[in-house]
Each structure stands twice: as C-alpha cells, then as structure tokens.
C-alpha cells in the first residue's frame, strides 16, 4: 500500500473514532448526575443545644432516610448569627452544604452588620415561625392586652418590658406594638428570653414579650399569664389565647427559620433537597418532636418565602430605623 493511502486511512480512521467519542462524551454528558453521593452538611450559626440545633438535628435525621446519605450538622457561630450565614454563603454551591438561616439574616444587614442578605441564599423552605407574645404575672391587674394598652397610654413609659436587648428579636416586637398602638414602654433589655421571663416572675419587671413555647411551662403553672400573640392564628397549644389582630391592632410578627443553599446551586439539586427535607419535616416523627418542643411548623416553599422575607425587611427597616439601630 501506498504511503498516501495509508497516510488517508490512518487519518479518516482517527476522525470516525474522535467523532465517536464527542457522540459519547454528549451521551454521558447529557446524563442527569446522581444526587447526592456524599454527606451533606448544615451549618447552624448557632450553639448546640439551642432551638435552632434541635431543629437542625431533628430534621436532619429523618432526611437522611430519604437522600440515602448521613446528614450531619454543624454548629458554626458567633458574631449574632453572622458568622455561620457567612460560612453558609461561601461553601460551594453544589447542594453538599446548607445553612439553617433564622431571624437575623434579616436584622443583621439592616444594621450593617454583615454585606449579605436572603438573596444571596437560594431559598429552600421555611420551617416554623414563633410569634411574640405579650406576658404578665398572673396576678397583674392586666386580664387582656386591651387592659395593658390602656394602662400604658395613660402613663407613658411606666411598663417596664423586659426582652432580649437592642435590635433583638423581642425587642423589636416590643418596639413594633409600640409604633402600632401609640403606647410607650420601658425597655430592659437581657441576655435572652430566658433571664426576662426570671426577672418577670421576680417582680423585676412588669411583663416581657417572648415567644409562647418560652414562657410555656409557667403559664401552664399558673404563674404567668399571655394577653396575646402576634401571629395570624392562635397559638395550637394556646387555642384560649386571642391574637393581637382579634384585638384590634393591626400587626402580625413572628421570628423564622429555614433551610436554604448558597446562591447558584443547581435547580435541580435544590429540588432534590426540598423534595427530601419536606417528606422529612412531613414525617411523624419530626411533627412529634416539633409539638413536644412547642415549635410554630409553619411550611412555606421556596417562593412564598421568599416574599415573606421581602415584607418583613420592610417591616423590621422601618422600626429599626426609627430606633435608631439602622445603617445610615
């Protein structure tokens, strides 16, 4: 054979084959990847222990059995909440490492605290919400929060209100039904609900706006007494206890948590983990541990989150500038 004509063949020869090769490389390419093949993590950016880890925990032990992966969390915190949604932010956007974003995510920017938002997350779910809850002593002379208004119009500033300190979750509830009704309170703020509710029973103060499930355990005793709670139902464990609505005051309020990835995860992989950790919050499982723990489930898809954060950053703008504790 010629030098030319096998020169010719060699060369159609490796075309056909290079050809092939692309044919299959688009084959395997257009191939949906199985999701996930490893563990997934949660950052929770707050300590282990708390209400947001056992959230974590609990939902992250029943997805388990449906990504067929382990599902580990990851305390991560400091700064209020900044430094784990940071580090939840900056991980690879490939569905492997999730952040149970709360409340903060939506004080923290607004006070120029941090450069991100909820925006810079992809959105998963929300998983409950907690409204606020005006509490007194059971032997107040307050029996409704309409008593309560009223007392504090009439003299301003007299109710010391205990909460979680400045720009805190409580405290801005407290400062919300201040700008609604008219009123004006004393703040004393604590190192949480907890330190509050203490020096509310002590006579230290004279009520203290906090989530139900906190108080919980001594209104059930007959120690404390709630005149109202700012969600837009009552309170399941609570059916005897109006809303501020039915009340009249037109405001409803509530702190969150939810399940989201950093922004530009795969579409299809945000389905996947949605899809999983919705059959996991669905499970019974997970919905007896939320009833015995006092948590508001309060499910919204990654939509309907996504315009409740919008209408509640314009809500917490607004008293949070007004309180001087906005970003100029």
Not at 1 to 11: D, F, Q
Not at 51 to 75: H, P, S, Y
Not at 89 to 104: H, Q, S, V, W
Not at 202 to 224: F, I
Request: with cysteine.
């Amino acid at each position: 054979m010629r030098k030319s004509t096998i020169l010719v063949v060699t060369l159609v020869s490796f075309l056909v084959l290079a050809a092939l090769g692309t044919g299959l490389a688009g084959c395997s390419g257009g191939a949906k990847e199985k999701f996930p093949t490893k563990p997934i993590t949660i950052i929770v950016p707050w300590k282990a222990g708390g209400g947001t880890d056992m959230i974590a925990r609990a939902l992250a032990k029943e997805a388990e059995k449906n990504l067929g992966v382990t599902v580990n969390v990851t305390n991560v915190t400091g700064g209020g909440g900044a430094v784990g949604h940071g580090e939840g932010l900056k991980a690879a956007p490939d569905g492997y490492t999730l952040t149970l974003i709360t409340f903060e995510l939506g004080t923290l920017p607004i006070q120029g605290q941090v450069p991100f938002t909820y925006k810079d997350f992809s959105l998963i779910m929300r998983l409950n919400t907690d409204p606020a809850t005006v509490t007194v002593r059971s032997d107040s002379e307050w029996k409704t929060l309409r008593d309560y208004l009223d007392y504090a119009r009439a003299n301003p500033g007299k109710i010391k209100n205990a909460n979680s300190g400045p720009g805190g979750a409580w405290h801005l509830a407290a400062a919300l039904l201040e700008k609604e009704t008219g009123i004006k309170l004393t703040h004393v703020p604590y190192d949480g609900a907890a330190p509050g509710i203490v020096a509310l029973l002590g006579k230290e103060v004279d009520s203290t706006t906090c989530s139900p499930a906190e108080v919980r355990q001594h209104v059930v005793a007959g120690n404390l007494r709630m005149l109202g709670v700012s969600s837009e139902q009552r309170d399941p464990l609570f059916p005897d206890v109006p809303t501020w609505k039915e009340q009249g005051i037109n405001l409803s309020y509530a702190i969150w948590r939810g399940l989201a990835a950093p922004k530009n995860t795969p579409a299809d992989r945000i389905k996947v983990l949605h899809d999983a950790f919705k059959k996991a919050y669905d499970s019974a499982e997970f919905q007896d541990f939320a009833k015995k723990s006092g948590l508001g489930l309060a499910y919204l898809n990654a939509a309907d989150f996504e315009r409740f954060l919008a209408a509640q950053t314009e809500q917490l703008t607004g008293v949070m500038r007004d309180l001087g504790l906005a970003k100029k």
